[in-house]
């Protein structure tokens, strides 16, 4: 009996020892579920903020999908004729698509110590187009050698003969891995870095981030990539000025025939009479002479036909030398950077200044070639005559988006081709490995927004 009382008594009070224990053990399971709460909640907020930033990546997508739908609408709707739409007249900024915004990275010709990148859409026939430059065109390049220019040439030109200083399949068979020259056109200015002589450092000069302006890590030499001189000045890369996209319908803007001045005499004193009056027409036409035309180009037309610019400007779209249906590579004269114009034959370094400037002047874009004949003289207007035009059919969208709360920065390269009956892209590169493009103002405000929403 005794040993069970023993016992109930030993039941009814634990050792003061044991009690301390469990109630250590209660503690230390109610620190571990708080610590396991706290652990779940910790990851359960990344994984929200891992989600948050998922869908904001998704919606920078769809932003960069809409302006792309945009910049066709814009070019259906403001372009038509071939005019580059001035980039006050339409928005191309933080422009918003549902929680995400986006951004048409643009060029200002020209702006190469700029550190605010400018918004916009990119003319793509301001630029050189590689292939149909001549090789003195091409030499004309920032950073172009000769012997590179010669080999831009022969990779594009049909036989395997070497020009002087070029390259053919004789070389390329020997890179490791072998591959033979193309032989035919470029398809993307990138696929330069297939040239012998081109590289990387060439194609893309400072501007790692392709935005057209220098950020810090362009300008702190060996610091941080690319490596750059340090001097203040962003020193591009040849991608900046050379296109291979560039061409133009020889057709009326209406989409009817034009007058070939140097095959239809006929049809060209009708015109003539129908824009200017018989009298007026009758003076242009003593001025032209009679008998056969080779007017190389419209402008050499226009410098031979003794008529005002505003009077060339009337009749510009309705004339033409050329029988083929579209023209290829010519470079807008009223878009294009004094760089690219230095390229072109009869136009030197200070004619291509003395150009832009006087564009500037300009209160909007002229309507044909005619205006740049005072800056260049008759004869440097003959001579650049068959490589210029006032029209564009080109355009590249450099989307930049960002989603809802200012997160999933996303970018896209787009050409728009505009020659058919509605605007199609013809090309599209990711540029997300690029790096942050939009410069250091849009950063601190997105900083800013993504602050407030944490
Ligand atoms: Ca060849
Ligand atoms: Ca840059
Ligand atoms: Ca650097
Ligand atoms: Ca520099």
Redesign the pocket.
């Known amino acids: 009996m005794s040993t069970g009382t023993d016992s109930r008594d030993a039941r009814a009070v634990p050792p003061a020892g044991g009690r301390g224990s469990v109630l250590i053990v209660v503690l230390w399971v109610a620190l571990g579920l708080v610590s396991l709460t706290l652990v779940f909640g910790h990851s359960m907020t990344f994984a929200l903020r891992g989600a948050d930033n998922d869908l904001a990546g998704r919606e920078a997508e769809q932003a960069v999908e809409g302006a792309g739908r945009y910049a066709r609408w814009l070019l259906a709707n403001m372009a038509q004729g071939g005019q580059f739409p001035p980039l006050d007249t339409y928005v191309s900024e933080n422009v918003p698509v549902g929680l995400a915004r986006f951004w048409f990275l643009g060029r200002m010709p020209d702006a190469l110590s700029s550190r605010t990148p400018a918004f916009g859409l990119v003319d793509e026939c301001a630029k050189l187009n590689i292939n149909t430059a001549s090789r003195a065109m091409l030499e004309g390049l920032p950073g172009m050698t000769p012997e590179l220019a010669a080999a831009i040439l022969d990779w594009r030109d049909e036989d395997e003969q070497i020009r002087e200083g070029g390259a053919e399949s004789e070389t390329y068979l020997l890179a490791s891995p072998a591959y033979a020259c193309k032989n035919a056109r470029f398809e993307t200015p990138e696929e330069l870095l297939l040239v012998k002589g081109m590289d990387w450092a060439l194609l893309y000069g400072e501007?790692?981030?392709?935005?057209?302006?220098?950020?810090a890590n362009?300008n702190d030499g060996d610091a941080n990539a690319p490596a750059d001189n340090a001097d203040g000045v962003?020193a591009p890369g040849l991608i900046e000025y050379v296109t291979v996209w560039s061409r133009e319908p020889n057709r009326r803007a209406d989409g009817s025939a034009r007058v070939n001045v140097n095959q239809q005499a006929t049809q060209l004193t009708a015109l003539l009479r129908e824009n200017f009056g018989e009298p007026r027409a009758n003076e242009i036409a003593q001025r032209l002479g009679g008998g056969p035309r080779h007017d190389a180009s419209v402008l050499e037309f226009f410098v031979r036909s003794g008529m005002t610019v505003p009077e060339f400007d009337r009749i510009c779209d309705a004339v033409t030398v050329s029988t083929a249906s579209f023209l290829e590579g010519l470079v807008n004269v009223n878009t294009a950077s004094e760089a690219v114009l230095a390229c072109l034959p009869g136009i030197d370094a200070t004619q291509a200044a003395q150009l832009v400037a006087q564009r500037l002047a300009q209160d909007e874009p002229a309507p044909s070639v005619a205006w740049v004949a005072e800056a260049l003289g008759a004869e440097g207007a003959v001579q650049a005559g068959p490589y210029v035009t006032a029209r564009t059919y080109q355009v590249s969208a450099d989307i930049a988006a960002v989603g809802r709360h200012a997160r999933g920065y996303r970018r896209a390269l787009l050409v728009v081709d505009f020659t058919g009956e509605a605007p199609v892209v013809v090309y599209r590169k990711d540029l997300n490995a690029a790096g942050w493009?939009l410069g250091p103002a849009v950063y601190e405000q997105l900083a800013l927004e993504r602050e407030e929403t944490r």
């Open positions: 501007d790692a981030n392709r935005n057209g302006v220098l950020d362009e962003l493009a």
